[in-house]
């Protein structure tokens, strides 16, 4: 028996796996699912039997695996399972899959199933590139969200044939992340539903010595607040934060401390995300030489030399473009003069898609603070106000434009 601590025990999930190259992945997503307490029953459709096999299933899940509806002993498994699961997710989901699933077709165990069900579904695509943009594919997976349906866009990568390019079915962990975000959040089946999305939040702290350090008012409850509404949309992803910050569903935490350590946790995960919300205040400067003991007062006034740190959206923006990913780029910008002057300067020098600027002189607003006042920019001239709300509002306001750049973003992929 699972334990009761576990986040899906007593959860049932049905596992689908289609037949292509990236079927092997699916042995690994059973595996963790299973790990984290869920009762999994996998399907496999006949062509899947070709990349793996049934006995790796039957030793790691808790139910037998089907591939064909006749030769079960249950007359109707298909209407058993689809009324049972609290989630059905299909990893690998080909170009066929998708598109019976979307017309609604059901010839044979994992499309009945599909169909036969009222459980929230996840489909983690993995095509060839030619496959993932044609038409047809972008129209199914359009009809497929617009159900409401997850489907988790593959990655850039390796495919089958040596080809290179987007197509390659996420990595397991990506998946089991979605199924945790999906079965552990009210309304995970929003417009962020697949996407991944980074978000870094508080004010580092630039040591001086083991005692002190130099920082900044940052509270993080800005970046909290656009994590917590991502995951509402349905997002997954990861809060890279300087601040205690509380369970996000769908959301893993980091934890750092200095410019130098954000820098290298966030250009270490921009392959495997969507969107980048870097909501942190960075220090501009740190100390050059730290002191190893505490600096006694007796010693005198201290000297401090300051060397300046990495700029941490530039240098992302810099590699988001010579990676060839599509990310959306989100920076935050704190002013006291000359804010909208300063932020369009500032968002044309970064290179990034939005740039969310405020007053921090402004009464109710900037650091510190349960409301605030901003200004959403954009690349291509969008402008748009804010007044002083709630840091919650602002979020949900600020994701929606990520959601719209998204779509554009997506329309753009196909239409090449």
Known sequence: MPSR??????K????????????????EVCRRLEDLGAAVTPILTASALNFVGLATFRALASNEPLVDLFDSSDPIPHTRLGRTADLIVVA??????LGKFALGLADDALTTTLVASGAPVILAAAMHTEMWLHPAVVANVASIRARGYMVIDPDAGRLAGGDVGFGRLVDPERIVEAVLGVLGTEGSMGPLAGRRVLVTAGGTREAIDPVRYI????SGKQGIAIAKAASSLGATGTVISTVATPAIPGFRLVEVESALEMHDAVLARLDEIDVLVMCAAVADFRVAEIATSKIKKLQGVPELVLVENPDILLDAARAVRERGLSVVMVGFAAETDNPLANAREKLQRKGVDLLVVNDVTEEGAGFGHDTNAVWILGADGFQ???????KDVIARQLLDDVVELLGRSRDAGAAN
């Open 5 to 10: 601590n576990l986040p899906l025990a007593g």
């Open 12 to 27: 049932q999930v049905v596992l689908g796996v289609a037949g292509g190259i990236a079927a092997y992945k699916a042995v």
């Open 92 to 97: 690998p989901a080909t170009a066929n899959l």
């Open 215 to 218: 920082g900044n008012r940052s």
């Open 384 to 390: 748009q106000r804010v007044e002083r709300s709630s």
